[in-house]
């Protein structure tokens, strides 16, 4: 069972830190090397990890892990109905899109479309964002129960930038304002050199089962095109919405 656990251990580790070797992995883990070395034997033989160049000594992971996870939640089918919204978003914008899905506590990036502009903003799909600091993770905790905001805010709001709301009172008023536009917005929250806005996908039932957004280099997103993209943003949510409950 302890090899078990280790080698999910590494293989998460992995997918947060590639490429990385040996050392990098034991030192996060607090595992010994040699320990470590037997999970990335494990998980490369099981098809879950390659080595990152010609050389063993980094290690990514491989789509077998994105393939298993999406067929696990359903996300595979909610790719595909958005894949269309998501391209027709891209064109209108002009900038990276991306689509999430909640999971305990986060959203998850699941797919992402990237700008032809130089500089971009680029996340492993996979990434974890925190609910309050990211414009999807804003616009999924404010279309969710009363009672969900209240369980995350009494869990307390990490400060991970010099912006980012960690005051119970403010996430409140912000989530209201965003519940009255239509969309969230992000101003480098989570990280400073990333601004968002966002708008969550509903269910059938009202409940947010995604999130789409549109990410911009801080430096690039002005106060007009933050009102342009929210309002865009905002049709191509209710637009994949309805798409999926028409399924």
């Known amino acids: 069972m302890r090899n078990v656990l280790n080698a999910l251990r590494t293989l998460e580790e992995v997918a947060a830190r590639q490429p990385v070797g040996v050392a990098e992995l034991a030192r996060a883990l607090g595992l010994p090397k040699s320990s470590v070395q037997r999970a990335l034997v494990t998980l490369h033989a099981a098809g879950w990890i390659r080595p990152a160049g010609e050389a063993v000594t ?4 491989t789509t077998k892990a994105l393939r298993v996870g999406r067929s696990a939640t359903g996300e595979l089918g909610l790719r595909d109905v958005a894949l269309p919204v998501l391209e027709e978003l891209r064109r209108r914008t002009g900038e990276t899109v991306h689509l999430t899905v909640p999971e305990g506590g986060k959203v998850v990036l699941i797919e992402r479309l990237e700008t032809a502009q130089p500089v ?9 964002l925190p609910l309050h600091a ?9 279309a969710s129960p009363p009672e969900t905001v209240e369980r995350y805010l009494a869990e307390g709001l990490p400060r991970f930038t010099g912006t980012t709301i ?9 989530l209201a304002v965003i519940r009255g536009r239509g969309y969230a917005t992000n101003g480098g929250e989570w990280r400073s050199d990333v601004s968002a806005v966002a708008a969550a996908v ?4 009202g409940l ?11 430096s690039r997103m002005s106060a007009t095109s933050r009102t342009t993209f929210g309002a865009l943003v905002a049709e191509a949510a209710k637009k ?3 798409a999926l409950r028409d399924r």
């Not at 960690?166 to 912000?174: M, V, W």
């Not at 509903?202 to 039932?205: D, F, G, K, N």
């Not at 947010?208 to 801080?218: C, D, F, K, L, R």
């Open 166 to 174: 960690t005051d119970p009172e403010r996430l409140r008023a912000e």
């Open 240 to 242: 994949l919405g309805s």
């Open 134 to 142: 990211s414009s999807n993770g804003k616009a999924v905790l404010a």
């Open 58 to 61: 980094r290690w990514v992971i």
């Open 208 to 218: 947010p089962v995604a999130g789409i957004s549109v990410n911009v280099p801080t």
């Open 120 to 128: 971009r903003i680029v996340l492993p799909l996979g990434q974890h």
């Open 202 to 205: 509903l269910a059938a039932s």
